[in-house]
């Protein structure tokens, strides 16, 4: 009996380790706490263009999201996540259940409506370490309205992270626009704000030339591959990516899942990293862990 637990014991040990050896870190640049509220228990994640096949079964409720995106972190050996969400209160639930995996920062859309002094007060405290997601392009205000403005003034006051949603393409809201969702916009921020360490969802999809444009001419900004690497056709995914490599910005690039309701995104999303065969293994590597580490200056930090 006695042997046998030790077996088992040592059986355990090796598979552990094994475990470990297969899956190295990830950082998760891109993470939600539950929307879209709007939709029912198992509904499928959107996709496009439509038509097209959706795939996935939205959560029922914060506490299965929460659960299923930690199991999902631990089989992807996700050891950091960008989290952001309005409700400040559930960040802190997710944070203090990610046992220091979560790093959390408040999702602003009406700029009028967040609170830059409460948010000033969080930053202080080091309850959040970012700001943004900025989605205000979900109303139709472009990166450059002066709405915005105390923001960015504040993360660089704070040297914090931005998360910022400039893009061709978003949820089909009535006050979405794509129009001020090009990267372009984001000029005037980074003159203004030349210390600000601020990365752009999806990279800019699919405004290309803007994108690379300004990641060009503006050392300080990234780009993340999140919601397009299960949202959009794989094709048209690969083709952005590969055109953003061979401009020469994949250490600029990051991974992120925009997990949203759909934590098996997160898997989807590492795996159609890996699965890219124009990416040698240091460019995968790269882009799910090491340019974030160097974004988030985590490799210059004990
Ligand atoms: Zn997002």
Known sequence: MKTSKILSFILFLISATLRGQERPPVIDMHMHIGAPLNLPAGAPAPCLPQPCIRRGKATASPDENLRKTLELMTRYNIVKGFLSDLDLTQLQQWA???QGRFMVSPFIVDPTKASVDQLR???KAK????????????????PNDPRLEPYFALAEEFDVPVLIHTEGIGP???????????????????????????????SGYPYLD?????MYQYPQLYGDVSTITWIIPQSAFYDYLQRLIKAGLGKRIMFGSDQM????????????????DFLTPEQKRDILYHNATRFLRLDTKK
């Open 172 to 202: 089909p809201l009535p006050s979405f626009r794509s129009v001020p969702g090009s990267p372009l916009l984001l000029e005037d921020v980074m003159v203004r704000h030349p210390k600000l360490r601020i990365f752009v969802e999806n």
């Open 96 to 98: 203090e259940a990610g």
């Open 121 to 123: 007060e969080e930053l």
């Open 261 to 276: 309701r759909w934590p098996e995104m997160i898997g989807e999303g590492i795996d159609a990293i890996n699965d890219a």
């Open 127 to 142: 309850r959040l370490t970012g700001i943004g997601e900025i989605g205000s392009q979900l109303m139709g205000i472009a």
């Open 210 to 214: 803007e994108m690379i444009a300004m």
